[in-house]
């Protein structure tokens, strides 16, 4: 498990030498609370409870834009990521906009926090692909208040089958079902199935609300940094899942 943080650590270093201020700062100049590579509408898509005043867990943060937007709309994030860089890149963001929040460097597998000491866990292609499900997941089990919600963006499952080695999504299957799981690209990431999600999330009490299936809208463009599939290809197929969950 170290080599593979150490692995993905150094990934992220790389990503943030590549990844501006200013390209950070356009992320968090965004309007509303946004998801995903084609910046879905919260407000159409209605996954997170009323903000106002919540305490809301980012697990794997990285630049902490969505965190950001969060704050924007009324609740009290803390924002958790892997990356010394990618924080400081943050923090940053944070003096140039005054929208200021905690940042902790942790392992979202072992989140430095108390237990029941939050209302809402979430990951935007955080955690939620870089880390051990059945670690991270009982870590947010942990955290969150009884009744809590648990919201959490990641490739689809489609999209991760079409994606060759590099580049972005095929019109044709890659690679067999069976492949699904713990998959090494440049980093070590995790791509369970649809099953192995709800059997993750009911091992740790929670329920499945909704699972939202991603499409690019119209007026989305190819994402600027990342290839998992371009406008073409999301217009027509899901490159997204976004997952809505409860503590039971």
């Not at 997170?48 to 924007?72: K, M, Q």
């Not at 990356?83 to 460097?105: K, M, W, Y």
């Not at 089958?161 to 580049?167: E, I, K, R």
């Not at 990431?189 to 499945?208: C, N, R």
């Amino acid at each position: 498990m170290t080599a593979e943080l150490d692995r993905n650590r150094a990934l992220w270093t790389i990503v943030n030498h590549r990844y501006t201020d200013a390209a950070a700062r356009s992320m968090w100049d965004r309007d509303g609370v946004r998801w995903g590579l084609f910046g879905a509408s919260e407000s159409r898509l209605a996954t997170l409870p009323d903000l106002a005043g919540l305490t809301v867990v980012e697990l794997g943060a990285g630049t902490a834009f969505f965190s950001a937007a969060l704050a924007r709309a009324g609740a009290h994030p803390i924002a958790v990521d892997l990356s010394q860089e990618q924080l400081a890149t943050a923090q940053r963001c944070q003096q140039e906009t005054g929208i200021v929040f905690p940042l902790i460097q942790a392992d979202a597998q072992a989140v430095p926090l108390h237990d029941a000491c939050v209302d809402l866990v979430v990951s935007e292609h955080g955690a939620s692909v870089w880390c051990d499900p059945d670690l991270w997941v009982a870590q947010a089990a942990r955290i969150l208040r009884p009744a809590g919600r648990l919201v959490f963006l990641v490739n689809s499952v489609l999209s991760t089958l079409c994606v060759p080695d590099s580049g972005p999504a095929s019109q044709t299957l890659q690679r067999p079902h069976a492949d699904l799981g713990r998959m090494v690209f440049d980093g070590v990431e995790y791509h369970p199935s649809h099953g192995d999600w709800i059997a993750i999330l009911g091992k740790h009490g929670f329920s499945v609300l909704a699972l939202h299936e991603l499409t690019a809208g119209e007026d989305a463009q190819d994402p600027e940094f990342y290839d998992i599939a371009d406008y073409r290809w999301a217009s027509r197929w899901p490159a997204e899942d976004l997952w809505v969950a409860q503590l039971s």
